[in-house]
């Protein structure tokens, strides 16, 4: 047997939540954000899966070439624009959609030479303060964009920086601002990420841009993916490796951080940190040992951690184990481990196998 644990990841549930995106949003045209490596599902297998959005979003151009390398032929987008000129002419050759957002790439896409012109979105600042052109100076950026022999379709593109937060009436006012700052404007617009366009339909305009909700997790704090009649793509699952009875008293771990209140049997399983399970998940973070819930108890490890089997004396070596996923949300165990289920889902290490499942084909583990 080799190292039970595995990331298995489910086409057919982000394929659903893909269909939960279009139901949720009918009239726009959907970008699938596939950044960091498909939030660690595999930027090429999910981007494959998701052949039906019509487009993509990924952060820089080695994730955009890896797509067109793999016959993917859809827009896609560049969501932190371009970094230098030195990118301008694959930018242009493998057709990707810089989001530019400083008067600066502006200047390079005038004074370079290019194969080909480019589309791009010209981003703006709508209140979250991070990337963006101030919405005052956006008409004069867009009049130098159409002058420019560089550049072909202009979009307008901001991002909602308090989305996560239904009672936030920034949202609100960002879809405000972002209509306001260039009411004449005639290209396509761009707003909305999972939050966005599950919350404020009126955040939705031509293109919507879901990450979070495709792989199955809720981007409210405070509720689940389930809770939107999503299914969450991805399962870290493992299997006990050892069961060990201890006296009460007895210290578990590093640091001896879990004390046995009495005599009980402690399960040992294989996934930790070195895994990308959040070393700060305290004593009591769920777990699922065959399907039922447990907890887990004293400190992570790199490879290895600990679980409360007092209500399973059954429990064997080789049982199964779900940290997170199907009947387990990646939410709770965030909630528990104070991130966000985006920082979980990202943080999967490149040493976890992961075996895809999809109704038309047979498990593959790569
Ligand atoms: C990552 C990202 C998204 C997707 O956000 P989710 O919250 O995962 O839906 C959308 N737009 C931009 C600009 C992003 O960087």
């Not at 004074?111 to 956006?138: C, Y």
């Not at 920082?343 to 583990?365: F, K």
């Amino acid at each position: 047997m080799s190292r039970p644990l595995r990331a298995r990841i489910d086409l057919d549930a982000l394929r659903h939540n893909l269909g939960c995106v279009r139901a949720a949003a009918p009239q726009s045209r959907v970008m699938a954000v596939v950044k960091a490596n498909g939030y660690g599902h595999g930027l090429v297998r999910v981007a494959q899966a998701l052949r039906e959005a019509e487009g993509f979003g990924v952060a820089c151009l080695e994730e955009a070439v890896r797509l067109r390398e793999t016959g993917i032929q859809h827009p896609i987008t560049l969501l932190e624009g371009f970094f230098d000129r030195d990118e301008l002419a694959a930018v242009s050759h493998y057709r990707t959609i810089p989001v530019l957002h400083t008067e600066r790439q502006i200047r390079q896409l005038e004074s370079t030479g290019m194969p080909q012109p480019i589309d791009v979105w010209l981003k703006v600042d709508t209140g979250m303060h991070r990337l963006g052109f101030a919405p005052d100076t956006v008409p004069a950026m867009y009049q130098r964009l159409q002058a420019c022999a560089n550049v072909n379709g202009i979009g307008l593109f901001s991002h909602l920086g308090y989305a996560d937060d239904r009672r936030s009436a920034q949202t609100q006012r960002q879809c405000d601002r972002f209509k306001s700052v260039f009411e004449d404007f005639s290209g396509v617009r761009s707003l909305a990420n999972s939050g966005g366009l599950l919350g404020w339909p009126e955040t939705q305009f031509d293109w919507i841009r879901p990450g979070l909700m495709l792989y199955g997790i809720s981007p409210f704090s405070g509720d689940t993916g389930p809770d939107h009649g999503l299914r969450p793509v991805m399962t870290l699952e493992s299997k006990l490796i050892a069961v060990n009875h201890f006296e009460r008293g007895a210290a578990v771990g590093y640091g001896g951080a879990w004390v046995c209140p009495e005599d009980m049997p402690v399960g040992v399983v294989a996934a930790g940190y070195g895994d990308g399970y959040p070393r700060h998940a305290p004593t009591g973070t769920p777990m699922l040992v065959n399907g039922r819930r447990t907890t887990l108890i004293g400190r992570v490890s790199m490879d290895m951690l600990c679980v409360d089997l007092r209500e399973q004396p059954q429990a064997c070596i080789g049982d199964s184990v779900v940290l997170w996923g199907q009947d387990l949300p990646a939410e709770e165990i965030a909630r528990c481990a104070g991130t966000i289920p985006y920082e979980l889902v990202c943080a999967i290490a490149s040493r976890v196998p992961v075996e895809v499942i999809e109704a038309a084909s047979a498990a593959v583990v790569t």
